[in-house]
């Protein structure tokens, strides 16, 4: 007969940092902690049914499909639900996933590298999200706009109703009329981190006082695997980029203020194959009232080194003649409200290298200063 020990005080059931609250208690039974799988299962992203024909229970991964045809389901089930009229109506839909706790359904509208934001079960705040305001805040370039989040809880007795956590969203189109979330910036949490996942792994690493405000999950050095995390950590009002990877923290560029993040492009537009050799690239960038501080990272075995470093009026990385490398246009004012004139930076020979000639921008063209968009056509 097995033998049930009381603990002196109850066992607390910790899953991924969060504390459950099981229907069931854990118990010690000879020895062993027995805590009920429901529980732990689902608060870890997976599905729980009882075969009782076969007398077993079974544990499916619903993030991980174990057939072809779970994951065609699944991708159709989520597909579905970002196609939608407009970038707005896929905001709305997450907000409303957002008031009903729906962790699953938040996830479906968020793009791989940054589902691990939001846990499939969102546990651990009893009051409700009654509200969510939405408010568009433009684009930060390319086909993608942002919008601003502000979420309360709802009035709980004499108590009224008070703020959840602010956030700034970035949605990116897909193909087949579809939309999806492709950047996160947390502004403000206080749900305790019941809805937002902070990369536990990082967590520890980070300096006392701060925390972090945007993260995912992206192949930073090569190797074909998502295990590096790109982000920005801070004490809510200056911040730093980082990379993580293999338990160590890189910082990249300086100091930015967090106020400006929602000016910067996704994290996950930000590494990616840059210069055309195959291998991906960290682009790290702080945009000033009238400078932009850039810099181009790659890893080269044993850290993030730095490819390129510039400070200028404007900063762009532009692919000049088509074969998929983006050459870099850094551009300078000469004189005050003046357009600016650009140096175009190409990689050649393992390294950034200037190219003869002076050049200024026409409706995305980039012409040499003497011509005009007339006498010749435009270089692309």
Sequence with gaps: ??????????????????????????????????????WVAEALGARVAWDAENNQVRVTPLTEPQDAAAR???????????????????????AQALRTRNGALVRAYLAPEIKDQVLPRII??????????????????????RFLLHAYFGPYGDKPSTPAFSQVVTVAPEEGGRYIIVDIIALEDITNGAFWEQPR????A??????????????????????????????????????WRAGRLYPLGSEVALGNQIFTPPLIESVRDINGDGRPEVRWAD?????????????????????????????????????????????NRPRSLAAPLFKIY??????????????????????PQEETANSQPPRK
């Design 201 to 204: 792994e990082v967590v520890a």
């Design 124 to 145: 651990g705040v009893s009051t409700p999200i009654t509200t969510v305001e939405i408010e568009e805040k433009g684009t930060p370039g390319g086909n993608s706009q």
């Design 1 to 38: 007969m097995a033998a049930t020990a009381l603990a002196a005080s109850p066992i607390k059931l910790i899953v991924n940092g969060r504390e459950i609250k099981p229907d069931v208690a854990p118990q010690l039974v000879n020895g062993r902690a027995i805590v009920p799988i429901r």
């Design 72 to 94: 065609e389901e699944l991708e159709l089930l989520t597909s579905e639900l970002r196609t939608v009229a407009s970038p707005r109506e896929l905001v709305e839909k997450y």
């Design 346 to 367: 190409r990689w050649q020979d393992g390294k950034y290298v200037e190219q003869p000639g002076t050049f200024r921008e026409e409706d995305g063209r980039y012409l």
């Design 287 to 331: 945009a000033g009232a009238d400078a932009v501080d850039t810099r181009i990272y790659a890893w080269d075995g044993r850290e993030f080194t730095a490819l390129f470093e510039r400070t200028a009026n404007r900063v762009e990385l532009v692919d000049l003649d088509g074969d998929g490398a983006l050459e870099i246009a850094v551009g």
């Design 206 to 243: 980070l300096p006392e006082g701060t925390r972090v405000f945007r993260w995912a999950r992206l192949d930073a050095d090569g190797d074909g695997q998502q295990n590096e995390i790109y982000l920005v950590y801070g004490n809510g009002e200056i911040g730093r980029y980082a990379l």
